[in-house]
Every structure is written in structure tokens, then in C-alpha cells.
Nanobody, 126 residues
Framework: QEHLMESGGESVQAGGSLTLSCRGY???????MAWFRQAPGGVREGVAT???????YYGDSVKGRFTIYEDDARTQIYLKMNNLNPSDTATYYC?????????????????????WGQGTQVTVSS
């Protein structure tokens, strides 16, 4: 398992932007990297996934607003979040699964992922 570490969570106003980052995975391993989130009292939901082929999948609620990408050195995964609204308030988790991303990963709760970070809190106020 990898020791993933997220950062970048903050409190922002609705309509604002935020970028989260995740590091701690081995760059030479073929991983599907993902962002999940869990709101208080809610279930964990997939936000976005990206793999070594740069294939990306997004949850329906974030399509067109969030972008997942990896730096050129393949040391960090980012989640750029635009036009945030209060429903985006959650703890955001980075996760890793060996292999390429499957289309259904982002629609699940993360059972396909072996490694998880501790999470970073995003709070969006209206």
C-alpha cells in the first residue's frame, strides 16, 4: 500500500476555485489514481479518476467543473475545482488502485482501491 497524502483543502465561498493535491505514490507503478469525497452523514462517492494513459473519468455532479491531472514528473495528482457550491462540501480523499482505471470506478464508493490518504476538508459557504 502507498502512503498517500492530500493537501489543499480550505474554506471557500460559493463560486470560488480550489486545487487539491495528492502525493506519496510510486511513480514507476501503473496506478489508477482517484479522488473520492464524503460529506458529513453521506456515503463516499467518486469524483474523478486518472491513469497512466491519461484516461479520465468524472462523477456526474462534477463534470465540467472539476479537472483531474498529473504533473509531468508523475509525482502528484491534482484536482482543480471550479465554480464550487455548498454541495461540494466534503472530506476529499486520494486513492490508488494498481492497473488502469475502469469506467465504473468513479461511480462506486472506492472498493476497488487499495491505498487511501487521510483526507483533506473542503468547505464551501454560500
Amino acid at each position: 500500500q502507498e502512503h498517500l497524502m492530500e493537501s489543499g483543502g480550505e474554506s471557500v465561498q460559493a463560486g470560488g476555485s480550489l486545487t487539491l493535491s495528492c502525493r506519496g505514490y510510486r511513480r514507476h507503478v501503473n496506478y489508477c489514481m482517484a479522488w473520492f469525497r464524503q460529506a458529513p452523514g453521506g456515503v463516499r462517492e467518486g469524483v474523478a479518476t486518472i491513469d497512466r494513459d491519461n484516461d479520465k473519468y468524472y462523477g456526474d455532479s462534477v463534470k465540467g467543473r472539476f479537472t483531474i491531472y498529473e504533473d509531468d514528473a508523475r509525482t502528484q495528482i491534482y484536482l482543480k475545482m471550479n465554480n464550487l457550491n455548498p454541495s461540494d462540501t466534503a472530506t476529499y480523499y486520494c486513492a490508488a488502485s494498481i492497473g488502469y482505471c475502469q469506467r465504473w470506478y468513479v461511480r462506486g464508493s472506492g472498493s476497488d482501491f487499495e491505498s487511501w490518504g487521510q483526507g483533506t476538508q473542503v468547505t464551501v459557504s454560500s
